[in-house]
């Protein structure tokens, strides 16, 4: 809510200017641009009397426009006025009295009038809410506690209920439970007699009618940007979509990271989010996986920085089932980002890829009878972890769901991940705006886009002999949308300043290496046998127990080798694999699900994948894999 107060008839005349954020009013006096005072004041600050505003009427009569400081309290007064008319009450309904505290009225046979009390801390609705994203009433409750206004958001069938009503107790009023009868009847007495301000109200984000769109506190529109009020969203989420710095200085952070495809790429994803309504594309997740150190959260970042603070937009991997549906649901046609999946086991990792995909929360009943309201998203989930997500038991399915990149910017490049992690810090969420007010401008040409990119991707799967009616098909369309999400990505970087790159060459280069992974029959058996033929032609450097024994020593050591197993050490089986362009970590992953590697397992039954060796004395760590005669 905004304020502001001309304290002259002139058009350059000096201001007050206020802002109610998060239950407090922000203060300041402006003259030609100069802000001569900021303050922050709590709600209810009006009860304390113009002298705890001293600072600010010396600051007025210090500029000449009226005389004296008895003018000056009386426009600071003027100024603040508005705040009394909205929050504090207004009529008093026939029936009770408000005197300190709020009472009944009641009359005798003789006429006489009794006063009984209801509560010591009077309480009155200074606002009610239509809930546009779940067609309900809202209200909210207000009273003074210790000098303070307090607000308390509630449902209006929650307000009516005596249960719901005590909830202004756990805030500070006096209430107790046998008059919250009472109570609930001041409350609808006090809404019929009074015109009590109606507005919208919204606790998701995301698109709403007629191509508006909720970004934080903001609404954004073809017409215009205005503030609107978010209920029954953790502050953190509210805080997390705000902006802070310019586009031109997020370009200028962000120059050195950009130049790699795969931070572009997650750039482009997380434009990609408000378009999955729009061309009616399926939600997915994006899995950042590798070794720590090579950008794999900062890239992640990156791309949540787009629409606001990455440190307050980030959830663990720790959160809850309910926590993430919750997550979904309020940033609908926004991505999210969950960090680090090795913090949760497989079981949790499967489910939550389900969750996202299904685009719905599980259906659960209410504690007085009844279900609850089923929630649903459109959102594109960043997540990231040292291990894949995927592996060859997992296609059909989770494949048909996940995009995996492999390595964050895939070199380690300190200076660009140090120069925007500075950068972050004091700017962020400016992007958001520009992106959303492009796709609405392009509105009717999106669909067209979309089919025209989906038909390049579906050509590229077909010259990789690939089924549409598979992986090719579905992954075909999830690059088609983050291609189009990075059309939009570009021409506004460009807007800002910075240098454009071709979105579709970069989606395309990544879904080629997508593809090559996920369409390989058994991908875990390619990598065995390519292992194998590599191991025949070497098989000299593991010949540890013959070379013990006759005192002869090749070169180099690989490991060890036995009948039925080859030990290696577990660098050299890296290089071996990535240089037969396999991935090293999903390969040892489905290997450890295949049990191709033979783990070790403690007294405890805790299993690892190394083994400890003695080669001549010395203690080596190698992986033990299994010889098959198959």
């Known amino acids: 809510m905004y304020f502001k107060f001309k304290l002259s008839k002139s058009e350059d005349s000096p201001y007050i200017e206020s802002v109610i954020n998060n239950n407090n009013v922000y203060i300041k006096l402006i003259d030609k641009d100069k802000i001569l005072y900021d303050y922050k004041y709590p709600l209810g600050f009006w009860k304390m009397g113009v002298g705890k505003m001293n600072g600010l009427v010396e600051l007025v009569k210090s500029l000449g426009v009226v005389k004296g400081k008895t003018e000056s309290e009386l426009l600071v007064l003027a100024s603040i006025n508005e705040y009394r008319s909205i929050f504090d009450l207004k009529k008093i309904p026939f029936g009770f009295d408000v005197d300190g505290g709020l009472y009944t009225l009641s009359e005798d046979r003789d006429g006489n009038t009794t006063r009984k009390l209801i509560t010591h801390t009077p309480v009155w609705v200074p606002f009610q809410y239509y809930n546009c994203d779940t067609n309900h009433m809202m209200i909210d409750l207000a009273f003074y506690s210790h000098g303070k206004l307090c607000i308390v958001p509630s449902y209006q069938k929650d307000a009516f209920q005596r249960r719901g009503i005590m909830e202004v107790a756990s805030h500070g009023a006096l209430l107790e439970e046998g008059k919250a009868g009472q109570l609930i009847n001041w409350l609808t007495n006090y809404i019929h007699y009074n015109d009590i301000p109606l507005n919208h109200v919204f606790e998701r984000f995301g698109w709403k009618d007629d191509m508006c769109f909720v970004l934080g506190t903001r609404m954004l529109s073809d017409v215009e940007t205005k503030n609107i009020k978010i209920m029954q969203?953790?502050?953190?989420?509210?805080?997390?979509?705000?902006?802070?710095?310019?586009?031109?200085?997020?370009?200028?952070?962000?120059?050195?990271?950009?130049?790699?495809?795969?931070?572009?790429?997650?750039?482009?994803?997380?434009?990609?989010?408000?378009?999955?309504?729009?061309?009616?594309?399926?939600?997915?997740?994006?899995?950042?996986?590798?070794?720590?150190?090579?950008?794999?959260?900062?890239?992640?970042?990156?791309?949540?920085?787009?629409?606001?603070d990455p440190g307050k937009l980030i959830m663990s991997g720790f959160g809850t089932a309910v926590g993430k549906e919750r997550l979904a649901t309020i940033f609908t046609d926004l991505p999210i980002f969950i960090d680090e999946t090795s913090t949760t086991n497989e079981d949790d990792t499967k489910n939550f890829?389900?969750?996202?995909?299904?685009?719905?929360?599980?259906?659960?009943?209410?504690?007085?009878?009844?279900?609850?309201?089923?929630?649903?998203?459109?959102?594109?989930?960043?997540?990231?972890?040292?291990?894949?997500?995927?592996?060859?038991?997992?296609?059909?399915?989770?494949?048909?769901?996940?995009?995996?990149?492999?390595?964050?910017?895939?070199?380690?490049?300190?200076e660009a991940i140090d120069e925007f992690k500075i950068g972050v810090e004091s700017c962020y969420g400016v992007l958001g705006e520009y992106i959303i007010h492009k796709i609405i401008d392009?509105?009717?040409?999106?669909?067209?886009?979309?089919?025209?990119?989906?038909?390049?991707?579906?050509?590229?799967?077909?010259?990789?002999?690939?089924?549409?009616?598979?992986?090719?098909?579905?992954?075909?369309?999830?690059?088609?949308?983050?291609?189009?999400?990075?059309?939009?990505?570009?021409?506004?970087?460009?807007?800002?300043?910075?240098?454009?790159?071709?979105?579709?060459?970069?989606?395309?280069?990544?879904?080629?290496?997508?593809?090559?992974?996920?369409?390989?029959?058994?991908?875990?058996?390619?990598?065995?046998?390519?292992?194998?033929s590599w191991f025949h032609t070497k098989e000299k450097y593991f010949l540890v127990d013959m070379m013990e024994i006759t005192g002869k020593t090749p070169y180099d050591i690989y490991g060890n080798v036995t009948?039925?197993?080859?030990?290696?050490?577990?660098?050299?089986?890296?290089?071996?694999?990535?240089r037969g362009g396999f991935n090293y970590r999903r390969v040892i992953k489905d290997w450890v699900d295949e049990k191709i590697i033979i783990q070790y397992e403690d007294k405890n039954g805790k299993k690892f994948t190394n083994y400890v060796v003695k080669y001549y004395n010395k203690t080596k760590k190698v992986i033990r894999v299994g010889v098959r005669n198959d």
Request: charged share 25%; glycine share 8%.
């Open 233 to 308: 969203v953790p502050d953190k989420s509210i805080q997390g979509l705000e902006c802070n710095g310019t586009a031109a200085e997020w370009v200028s952070y962000t120059k050195k990271i950009l130049k790699y495809d795969r931070a572009r790429i997650k750039c482009y994803a997380a434009c990609a989010a408000p378009l999955l309504k729009l061309v009616n594309q399926k939600s997915f997740v994006v899995h950042d996986y590798g070794d720590s150190s090579t950008g794999k959260t900062k890239t992640s970042e990156l791309a949540m920085s787009i629409w606001g």
């Open 353 to 414: 890829i389900y969750l996202i995909a299904n685009e719905t929360g599980k259906l659960r009943g209410l504690k007085e009878g009844g279900l609850q309201d089923t929630a649903n998203w459109k959102t594109i989930a960043f997540t990231t972890g040292e291990e894949p997500l995927i592996n060859d038991n997992s296609f059909t399915g989770m494949a048909m769901r996940t995009i995996e990149l492999f390595g964050g910017l895939g070199v380690y490049d300190k």
């Open 442 to 532: 392009n509105e009717k040409e999106l669909q067209q886009y979309y089919t025209e990119l989906t038909k390049k991707f579906n050509d590229l799967a077909t010259e990789l002999n690939i089924s549409l009616n598979g992986i090719g098909g579905r992954s075909a369309s999830m690059f088609a949308v983050i291609a189009l999400g990075g059309l939009i990505f570009e021409e506004v970087v460009g807007m800002c300043g910075g240098e454009q790159k071709e979105a579709p060459v970069i989606c395309a280069d990544v879904y080629r290496e997508y593809i090559n992974i996920m369409s390989e029959a058994k991908y875990s058996m390619k990598a065995y046998e390519y292992f194998m």
């Open 563 to 578: 009948d039925t197993y080859i030990d290696i050490f577990p660098n050299m089986l890296k290089e071996v694999l990535e």
